[in-house]
């Protein structure tokens, strides 16, 4: 999405020489998408960018899944994860539990009460949810306060880390991804401006306003890349540190958008979740619902028809409120419903007749639709509430 930001000092033309107040030059680092054809931003550093002194092994929190065999709709308590005496050291980086993963995307949950090591994700792009607390995400390109409700974007290579704030841990849904993460094209100008008719605007984007100053020498940055196929991880020492930056411009960075300014599209009769979409990556998209006004058709019926998801799962994160379609199975705040690609789902029985008449939905939530099937992590096989898959019939395996 091409929306230029400047932030710092820059010289008035690019690749041109931009010095200090002793003459000395900085230097230029073009982070850009697609080779040289597509979206990137100039950074200027006071160190050499590539300049390192060790490169080690980082070994990666378990990165393990197990295929959805047999097949069924799975629900996790992800609040069932992390303890109320989860170590203060706990970080939203290290920290992280895989739930669930493919090839395109992975999801993971972490409560984080301490700062994160300094990390980068090479794989690609992140987009981290803040169920609650909050955090302020140090990147190369400026701090970014994030709070409730926050989506943080972090473009693929950006180096960061997070500082959870306030008086609660920091509570985040992780989706990281093996492509770019970015608006739905059909809310795009020819231009990449967001159109008239998309849920949300470039006001509604907020990104780093200030350049960090931090200073030293032999500074690690942990590296997640994926060498042959395989997840991995690296640490490197870098000889200075890499938020050097005094200045940058582009349309490559770090935003956040808060979910409370997604604007739903309503119709007289149901919505099909095109219309909660909110961005989109390689083989999967994330949808956002929110608090809304439902159908106004006299004979609507405003939760979901039953649906088969033939091409696709369907991983669906309740965040808040209180989600009509599945009332009586258990689903609550911190709860992810796996329903995937083989048979179909629904409304939990009486949610059907129930909705008809009303005319507003108190509910929050954020879904990740996969092209491709999603294995189980570790994460999810520890929160797994076995008696999900049987609430439809009301009794399971004898």
């Known amino acids: 999405m ?14 041109t020489q931009h010095r200090d107040e002793q003459g000395q030059l900085y230097y230029e680092e073009l982070m850009g998408e697609e080779g040289f054809s597509g979206d990137s931003s100039l950074l200027y550093h006071r160190g050499l960018p590539p300049a390192i002194v060790d490169s080690t092994v980082w070994e990666l929190p378990d990165q393990t899944t197990t295929p959805n065999h047999p097949l069924r709709h799975r629900h996790l308590r992800l609040h ?32 984080a009460k301490g700062a994160s090591p300094l990390y980068r994700n090479a794989i690609g792009d992140e987009l981290v949810y803040v169920e609650s607390g909050a955090a302020v995400v140090e990147t190369v390109f400026g701090p970014l306060p ?18 959870p704030s306030g008086p609660e841990p920091l509570r985040a849904y992780v989706i990281e991804a093996s492509s770019h993460i970015t608006p739905p094209k059909r809310y795009l100008s020819k231009f990449g401006q967001l159109l ?73 009769i149901h919505q099909p979740p095109p219309v909660h979409q909110a961005f989109e990556g390689i083989n999967f998209v994330v949808c956002n619902f929110v608090p809304r006004k439902v159908d106004y058709h006299p004979l609507s019926i405003p939760v979901p028809y039953y649906h088969s ?12 409120g209180n989600y009509e379609a599945r009332k009586g199975s258990g689903i609550a705040q911190g709860s992810v419903s796996v329903h995937p690609g083989g048979y179909a789902h629904g409304p939990q029985p009486g949610a059907y007749e129930r909705s008809i008449g009303l005319d507003f939905f108190d509910e929050l939530a954020v879904m990740v639709d996969t092209f ?26 004898a």
């Open 2 to 15: 091409a929306f230029y930001r400047q932030v710092g000092a820059v010289p008035p033309k690019r690749h």
């Open 146 to 163: 994030a709070r409730q409700g926050d989506q943080v974007l972090i473009p693929r290579a950006t180096t960061h880390r997070w500082l």
């Open 309 to 320: 998801n033939v091409d696709s799962d369907e991983i669906m994160f309740y965040c808040g």
């Open 80 to 111: 069932e994860l992390f303890p109320d005496d989860t170590p203060a050291s706990t970080d939203a980086v290290t920290g992280r539990r895989l739930l669930l993963g493919n090839a395109d995307v992975r999801i993971s949950y972490v409560v």
């Open 196 to 268: 008239e008719h998309a849920p949300y605007c470039e006001r509604d984007l907020h990104g780093p306003a200030e350049t960090l100053t931090a200073t030293g020498t032999d500074v690690e940055v942990l590296v997640k890349h994926r060498p042959g196929g395989q997840i991995v991880g690296t640490r490197l020492v870098y000889a200075t540190h890499p938020f050097d930056v005094v200045g940058w411009d582009g349309c490559l960075y770090p935003i956040t958008f808060n979910i409370s300014d997604f604007e739903p599209i309503t119709g007289r």
């Open 372 to 397: 491709r099937p999603l294995e189980l992590g570790e994460g999810a096989l520890a929160c797994e509430d076995p008696a999900y898959a049987w609430t439809w019939s009301g009794r399971g395996p």
